[in-house]
């Protein structure tokens, strides 16, 4: 096993992780979503190592490395050193620059909320070798490699939204983004005298990997049948719900659900970005809700951890909002709460859920931050 790393960096990333405040599942389904990065990161530190192929890597955060060759990339047993192999892997097929690198890792995200530690760890490793070699990848080239590192080499067959959000966000805005085609348009994250929260889970069911590939594959299985009955459907976006419903007789319950659930979810997605511009909170926060109940009825990708820490805020005045965030099954919820409120809340919801579930809920007030930072030393 590699020994801890010490050098003079020459090249220093900070790569955030992300939130999303309403639009779940619709990245992959051509919809919209409303993430933005967090003010916590993983951080970088790279230098050459005047080797032409011999690459080393080490963890603080998970006290470990590895070594390996550029010319010889295997998959590993490790998860986290997949991202890695998965992202050099992708620039090779791109650039032939790359050489010997070592680097150091140190993440500030708690790892299993679903903030998306993967896309940082990608994106910040891209960016960290895109300048220390010069590659010239443009930063929309930094999140497309990062998402195929993810589907072709982690496995996962996640969409564009985290890794976008990793690079592109701007400190305290949102990013509204049409996942068609990629425009995003900065909204200020204004929220008046309220924060975003996290309520960590805690958990993490081992059914996520699996069941989001298989979200995925219903929604196009139910693309594929909508196309054979009406002309100049390219995406779901050109399906809404009077054709969902004439068509029901020919898809399976659950394609029904999974595409009712998109098609609502990207209205309210545009719908909320609206309230927001102006100042409409509590219509904002409603949004949120019915989203929750959209992905835990339609979409069933909740758990009963994350219905039980929504359902727990529905009746407290000073929260706006509340919904399960990212792929589900486990991870966090994002709450919109009166800041002067949230040490009762913490306390509350902690003894709460430790009644419930015999956890201690991680509570986390995050920011919109900017998205990945590289300074060359
Ligand atoms: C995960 C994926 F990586 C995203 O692409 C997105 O689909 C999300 O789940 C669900 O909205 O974070």
Redesign the pocket.
Known sequence: MLKPLSFNSQVNVAAPG?I?LI??????NHGY?LPTAIDRKINFSFQRNNSQSICNVYSKTVQKGFSFDLKDIEKSNEIWENYILGVVNEILKRKKDLQGFDCIIESKLPIGA?I?S??ALECGLAAGLNELFNLKLTKKEIVFLS?AA?NNFVG?N??????FASVMSRKDHLILLDCLNLEPEFIPANFNSCKMVLVNTMVSHSLAEGE?NTRRKECEAALKVLQSHYTGIETLRDVNLEMLTESSEHLTGAQFHRVKYVLEENKRVLDAAKFLKAGQLEDFGALMYKSHYGLRDLYE?SCKELDFLVEFTENISYIYGSRM????FGGCTINIVEESQIPSFENEVKQAYAEAFGLDPDVIIVSPGEGTVVERV
């Open positions: 992300r999303n639009g779940e599942h619709t990245d992959y979503v679903g998306s993967s896309a998402q993810e996962s996640c969409g564009i939204m985290d890794q989001y990708v965030m990212g792929g589900g």
